[in-house]
């Protein structure tokens, strides 16, 4: 790949708004680039020199791994966001499942071309026209060669009709991202060029747009299978305390007509009289296969705080099913981890067991029911026992404990059968966060604190009185303490081979 092109790209991304006050991360991104074309001979003990110059003796691979999980994490959000239309992706391989001899053989950070781009390329230069040899010779027919041109004359004809016909159908203003706009809703194609707009005299809820990012809550792409863009969008109001609304799911045309409409939610007993308003966190679509269309899949929580509700839709925005979990599911994603063409539906949050941060996942044609509690007060009655495929809770640290009434999973996402999040140990600012990753047979391969935070956070809470302690080993070693409610063998997660 054209080195230029790449350091281009770099360039790009720490100029971002992603990385604006990620000054550590842009520097070991910085480090890591540098080696980009020889890989294999980087130790961590060099990147501990260049990141930490003054701390070499304190730093450990450890801590080079949780600086290498959180700009993972912050490549993943640029590319999602400001670099969707990118085409050279920066990212990091996940390096310890390969090892031979002691030795990692995956590379520390790749660039390549966004997926597709280079098979186009291919697929075009084979169907380009090659011209046809002239034939020559005593065997040449002058009345055939007449009627060959007229054939090919009459081909080239229909050829031009097929192909402004097909011009017709694949037209170029297609949706491709939105924008919010004061009150109103932009909708632009893959160019920049604006196609049409919405107006909402009520205007948008900063609470669930942060810094009015549409990430989670725009979906673009064929619902009918008919090659038109349907857009897909979940406003919530700026409602006051006097005047809540819940969010509004809302189908859109390529050409901006609305299709239908779909409010989440139910007025259950379990609210005991407080009013059914509910905010849509996430939308996402699955993938159409042999048995089924498309499938649309709403996130949506109870405003005060649980319970949660996972709707399956139909491309006319009817309910197909839902389940219900007492908690507060934040963070949606679907995933092929069984390689077999058929998405599961993961949620992660906080769950009402033990008020402690969860991850829930949904066998797509098993979406109904209610989660099991422990507690009676926090049962969801009505909707039968949930199938949950699995269902794990995560362990609060002593300083969560001390200052919160929970933890929370959240920043979910899925690449290469590599599932990662954070459980933020801090509500209030969100933050102290511990990484984890799972595998595709969610088997753990990562638990620790963040360098910086849950550390200088946990040592400036406990830096005096009779309580007064570092994190020590053994908190840390807690941290994999997963435990499984449905879909393990025994009561903890199996861990696997941990990265270092």
């Known amino acids: 790949m054209d080195p230029t092109a790449v350091n281009e790209q770099l360039d ?10 990620k000054e550590q991360l842009k520097r070991l991104l910085e480090i890591l680039s540098k080696s980009m074309d020889s890989q294999p001979p980087l130790k961590p003990a060099q990147v501990i020199q260049e990141l930490w110059p003054a701390e070499t003796r304190t730093k450990r691979a450890a801590d080079v791994a949780t600086e290498i999980n959180r700009l993972r994490h912050a490549l993943y959000s640029y590319y999602e966001e400001e670099g969707d239309n990118d085409q050279i992706i920066i990212s990091l391989p996940n390096r310890s499942p390969t090892v031979t001899n002691g030795k990692h053989e995956k590379r520390w950070i790749v660039a390549e071309l966004r ?3 280079e098979d186009r390329a291919a697929e075009e230069q084979k169907q380009e026209p090659q011209p046809a040899a002239p034939r020559s010779g005593p065997q040449a027919n002058p009345r055939r060669a007449a009627k060959v041109v007229v054939v090919l004359a009459a081909l080239s004809a229909l050829g031009t009709v097929g192909y402004f016909s097909i011009r017709g159908l694949i037209r170029p203003d297609r949706p491709k991202f939105g924008r919010l706009d004061g009150s109103t809703l932009a909708i632009f194609n893959a160019e920049g060029k604006e196609l049409w707009r919405k107006a909402f005299p009520d205007g948008f809820s900063s609470d669930w747009y942060h810094g009015m990012n549409l990430a989670t809550h725009i979906w673009f792409g064929d619902l009918d299978g008919k090659g038109h863009t349907s857009v897909l969008f979940s406003y919530s109001p700026a409602s006051s305390p006097q005047s809540p609304h819940s969010s509004t799911v809302i189908c859109y045309s390529d050409r901006g007509k ?47 705080w649980w319970p949660s509700q996972i709707a399956i839709l139909d491309s006319n925005g009817k309910t197909i099913s839902e389940y219900w979990h007492s908690g507060g599911l934040s963070s949606l994603a679907l995933a092929d981890l069984a390689d077999d063409g058929r998405e599961e539906i993961i949620a992660t949050g906080v769950s009402e067991y033990d008020h402690q941060a969860t991850l829930v996942v949904l066998d797509a044609d098993r979406v109904f029911g209610a989660s099991t509690e422990v ?27 001390a200052l919160f009434q929970f933890n929370m999973a959240t920043e979910l996402t899925v690449e290469h059968g590599i599932v990662r999040f954070t459980v933020m140990e801090c509500i209030t600012p969100p933050g102290c966060r511990i990484y984890y990753e799972f595998d595709k047979n969610f088997r753990l391969i990562a638990a620790y604190a963040g360098s910086d935070e849950f550390r200088s956070a946990h040592e400036k ?33 199996p861990v696997g081979n941990l990265v270092p």
């Open 12 to 21: 790009r991304i720490l100029r971002s708004e992603t990385f604006a006050s």
């Open 375 to 401: 507690r009676p007060g926090f049962q969801i009655h009505g909707f039968g026992a949930a199938q949950e495929k699995l269902r794990l809770l995560f362990p609060r640290s002593d300083l969560n404990r």
């Open 461 to 493: 809470f406990y830096q005096s009185g009779k309580h007064a302690h570092t994190l020590s080993a053994e908190e840390q070693a807690a941290f994999q303490k997963v435990r499984c409610l449905v879909g393990c063998k025994s009561e903890f997660v």
């Open 115 to 117: 997926k597709g781009k």
């Open 258 to 304: 609305e299709k239908w409409r779909w409010t989440p939610g139910r007025d259950l007993p379990e609210l005991a009289g407080s009013l059914a308003t509910y905010g849509t966190h996430a939308i996402a679509v699955l993938k159409a296969t042999e048995k089924r269309p498309p499938r649309i899949v709403v996130l949506s929580q109870h405003d005060l």
